[in-house]
Nanobody, 115 residues
Framework: QVQLVESGGGLVQPGGSLRLSCAAS????????MGWYRQAPGKQRELVAGITGRGETNYAEFVKGRFTISRDNAKNTVYLQMNSLKPEDTAVYYC?????????WGQGTQVTVSS
């Protein structure tokens, strides 16, 4: 059984920063791909960033240069550093981990960017 618990969301002003964390428990291996999606009200869930066990990363175009994904394999934790936040970044952010039998999701953490 795999459990993912996100933290770090909240309310921030435009131009501000937040750091999201996602701690995984259960049968997680350093080779599993982990990452973040987000879903804004009335929109489909979209990929934000992913990272392999070797640290290879991929980002959505709309966050390149602003967000940084990283992971600590010893802690089974993935992070998302979000800088220069915009109102359009407002969404529920979900972390995920890919295993052979499927993808597991966290419960989500709300990020609101507003003045």
């Amino acid at each position: 059984q795999v459990q993912l618990v996100e933290s770090g969301g909240g309310l921030v002003q435009p131009g501000g920063s937040l750091r999201l964390s996602c701690a995984a428990s259960g049968s997680i291996f350093s080779t599993n791909v982990m990452g973040w999606y987000r879903q804004a009200p009335g929109k489909q869930r979209e990929l934000v960033a992913g990272i392999t066990g070797r640290g290879e990363t991929n980002y959505a175009e709309f966050v390149k240069g602003r967000f940084t994904i990283s992971r600590d394999n010893a802690k089974n934790t993935v992070y998302l550093q979000m800088n220069s936040l915009k109102p359009e970044d407002t969404a529920v952010y979900y972390c995920y981990v890919d295993r052979i039998l499927g993808r597991y999701w966290g419960q989500g953490t709300q990020v609101t960017v507003s003045s």
